[in-house]
């Protein structure tokens, strides 16, 4: 079933609060990486807070539209964990 902006709406609230990684492609072969915390979703938009150590501004914003044509790509922290997870117990049954 293709992925629509109401599905990735629903699946950001189900990760408010969290803490993300942003990569982003500012331009042409140019990359842009930042650590947040998901802090709302709006009907159109989602704004995550930046840690203020890495980053000179407090907020950003992104669209729905930005996760579907790929131009963003998001990675929740506790996604990691639960993928390192899998992959030690797929190394102990080998």
Do not use: W
């Not at 990569?23 to 989602?46: C, D, I, M, N």
Request: cysteine-free; hydrophobic content about 35%.
């Amino acid at each position: 079933m293709p992925t629509s902006l109401k599905t990735i709406k629903s699946r950001l609230d189900s990760h408010l609060g969290e803490n993300l990684t942003i990569v982003a492609q500012a331009g042409r072969k140019k990359v842009v990486r930042r650590r947040g915390t998901l802090s709302e979703t709006f009907h159109s938009v989602f704004v995550v807070d930046l840690d203020q150590n890495e980053n000179s501004f407090e907020r950003v914003s992104y669209s729905y539209a930005d996760l579907l044509t790929k131009s963003i790509d998001i990675k929740f922290d506790s996604e990691e964990v639960a993928d390192s997870d899998t992959e030690d117990s797929e190394l102990e049954a080998e």
